[in-house]
């Protein structure tokens, strides 16, 4: 069984910073693209950021220059810096990894999530 557990959530005044978390866990054999997204309320989730195993970037235009992620292969982690946040940042984050699992005579590929964690930018 494969977790995701997402931690740095929370409240923040505008123009402040927070950083986000998410470990993979579990019975797998590699962890592939890495990313965060988010549910802003009254909207469906969407993109912020991604990160591949070779490092390659996908990210929300509406973050770029705020936020920067990271990933920690050794510890199956992926990090998410935002800095000068805005009340229209508020929403639930939530992180997302594909991740090679073993079966009984090979292995696949599927996404996971986690059980999201709350950022609300407001004074």
């Known amino acids: 069984q494969v977790q995701l557990t997402e931690s740095g959530g929370g409240l923040v005044q505008p123009g402040g910073s927070l950083n986000l978390s998410c470990v993979a866990s579990?019975?797998?054999?590699?962890?592939?693209?890495m990313g965060w997204y988010r549910r802003r309320p009254g909207a469906r989730r969407e993109l912020v950021a991604t990160?591949?195993?070779?490092?390659?970037?996908n990210s929300n235009d509406a973050v770029k220059g705020r936020f920067t992620i990271s990933r920690d292969d050794a510890k199956n982690a992926v990090y998410f810096q935002m800095n000068n946040l805005k009340p229209e940042d508020t929403a639930v984050y939530y992180c997302?990894?594909?991740?090679?699992?073993?079966?009984?005579?090979?292995?696949?590929?599927?996404?996971?999530w986690g059980q999201g964690t709350q950022v609300t930018v407001s004074s």
């Open positions: 990160m591949t195993g070779g490092g390659i970037i």
């Open positions: 579990g019975n797998f054999l590699r962890v592939y693209t």
């Open positions: 997302n990894a594909d991740i090679n699992v073993p079966t009984s005579q090979s292995s696949y590929t599927r996404d996971f």
